[in-house]
């Protein structure tokens, strides 16, 4: 199993510029969820699906879009770049919403000048 | 926000064992204490999680008051490896993970 994979693994943005971060799982988990990662800080969630088809906000949702139409897919779209959405992004999966694990991926650090 | 408090950083000796506290002033009664950890710019990982009871596994073991209050991280003999930043985070089923700024171990040569 290749785990939870995220592409691109470094990016960079112009403001205003649209762009989606991949994140992709081949465990059959039905939770998948992003979470974003300022400097010294936690992970915040952004969004988070318990399910194909099923999407909800988290923490931190503004100017994200998610959608999830597969089990192994949940991309994250970032609409109208800021500069404030300069971060590293991880998306994580686990078997369900109650699982105690959830396996993270390798994360996008993302730069918007 | 995070519900539970942890100190900002610690150092250990390798070989030694490294005791990372943690309080949860807020738990309620449904709520399970889990510890993830994150190695330098990866994500996170699970170490152990628990109820109400002390528990152990390969990678930790983790103690938990009676009260629940607090609970303690333990790491037995600490390799450089485990320099990392620690999180304790209280949850019940079906809430998302909150993750505060952790805790930041570094075990010192």
């Known amino acids: 199993n290749a785990g939870v994979t995220q592409t691109p693994k470094f990016q960079v943005l112009k403001t205003g510029q649209s762009m989606t971060l991949q994140c992709a799982q081949d465990?059959?988990?039905?939770?998948m969820s992003w979470y974003r990662q300022d400097p010294g800080m936690g992970l915040r969630l952004i969004h988070y699906?318990?399910?194909?088809?099923?999407?909800d906000q988290g923490e931190v949702p503004n100017g994200y879009n998610v959608s999830r139409s597969t089990t192994e897919d949940f991309p994250l779209r970032l609409l109208s770049a800021a500069p404030s959405q300069t971060s590293v992004y991880f998306c994580?999966?686990?078997?369900?919403?109650?699982?105690?694990?959830?396996?993270f991926g390798p994360g996008t650090r993302l730069t918007v000048t | 926000d995070a519900k539970t408090t942890q100190p900002t950083s610690m150092d250990c000796a390798e070989g030694r064992a490294a005791n990372l506290p943690c309080n949860h002033s807020?738990?309620?009664?449904?709520?399970?204490v889990y510890w993830y950890r994150q190695i330098h710019s990866q994500g996170p990982q699970y170490i152990i999680h628990?109820?109400?009871n002390n528990e152990t596994n390969e990678m930790a073991s983790l103690i938990i008051t009676e009260d629940r209050k607090s609970s303690t991280l333990i790491l037995p003999h600490a390799t450089l490896r485990d320099t990392a930043v620690y999180y304790c985070?209280?949850?019940?089923?079906?809430?998302?993970?909150?993750f505060g700024p952790g805790t930041r171990l570094s075990v010192l040569p």
């Open positions: 628990g109820l109400k």
């Open positions: 994580a999966s686990s078997y369900s919403w109650a699982s105690r694990e959830q396996y």
């Open positions: 699906s318990v399910g194909a088809g099923i999407t």
């Open positions: 465990m059959n988990h039905e939770y």
């Open positions: 985070i209280d949850k019940s089923y079906g809430q998302n993970f909150v």
């Open positions: 807020t738990i309620s009664g449904n709520e399970y």
